[in-house]
């Protein structure tokens, strides 16, 4: 389980919700979370067949060993998926 807590009486930014990787890195603070997964590509399908905006599509990462997308919740926070491959 991970749980993330913030206190106080968070005041809104202006950032906009993610839709692009490169955009999202402008802003500070927070930035995403990773999630690992057994199959990133039927990951992406599934989360693509119930509305999810991929922010990316599944890309290989040869130095990590690892195939990663990302996506936004409905909030605009960003997820990323990983796959050791």
């Not at 906009?16 to 999630?35: Q, T």
């Not at 905006?53 to 926070?77: H, Q």
């Amino acid at each position: 389980m991970i749980e993330l807590l913030g206190g106080g009486d968070p005041l809104p930014i202006d950032a906009p919700a993610c839709k692009d990787l490169a955009d999202s890195l402008r802003y500070s603070g927070y930035h995403h979370f990773c999630i690992n997964v057994a199959d990133i590509e039927a990951t992406v399908a599934e989360l693509r067949k119930r509305g999810v905006t991929i922010v990316t599509e599944p890309f290989k990462l040869d130095d990590i060993s690892r195939k990663l997308a990302f996506f936004a919740d409905p909030f605009g926070n960003l997820i990323e998926l990983a796959e050791v491959v």
